[in-house]
């Protein structure tokens, strides 16, 4: 099984746009659960945490997006951080097959909508991570 990420869906209300993405990465939830709610898994693939509370109403501060709160934790399963600069981003896993993650993104922002393009190559990075397919490059600015 390949990493694969479903074409994102974008809807605009006014000035605040809403971004999904369906992930499905190549490992169990187990595995994939680190990368989207640890300051390290975090950073090998999107930025840098440089404060994070794994728990419902913790701080936390991603880098170029701003300080905030653990909006949503569901442990293994669920982990959204509201920000700032970045909005509301949300993570959520659900098993896929017998060893793979489907990984269902939201976010949820203000500002200009050119976001999409910006979140598929982190994605792409996070497959690649997951896959041990050497090592990420550097995230992009959010």
Do not use: C, K
């Not at 187990?30 to 930025?47: I, K, N, R, Y």
């Not at 909006?71 to 600069?85: C, G």
């Amino acid at each position: 099984m390949t990493g694969s990420i479903e074409q994102g869906t974008s809807r605009t209300h006014g000035n605040t746009h809403l971004l999904h993405f369906l992930v499905r990465i190549p490992r169990p939830m187990d595995q994939v659960w680190p990368a989207v709610s640890t300051p390290e898994g975090l950073a090998t693939w999107f930025t840098t945490a440089d404060v994070l509370e794994p728990r419902l109403g913790g701080t936390v501060t991603l880098r170029d997006l701003g300080s905030g709160l653990v909006t949503a934790w569901d442990v293994d399963r669920v982990a959204e951080y509201t920000v700032e600069a970045g909005g509301r981003i949300r993570f959520h896993l659900e098993r896929d097959g017998e060893d793979g993650t489907a990984l269902r993104f939201t976010h949820e922002f203000s500002g200009e909508d050119d976001a999409e393009p910006r979140w598929r190559a982190r994605f792409e990075r996070l497959i690649r991570t997951m896959q041990g397919q050497g090592r990420p490059s550097p995230p992009s600015r959010p």
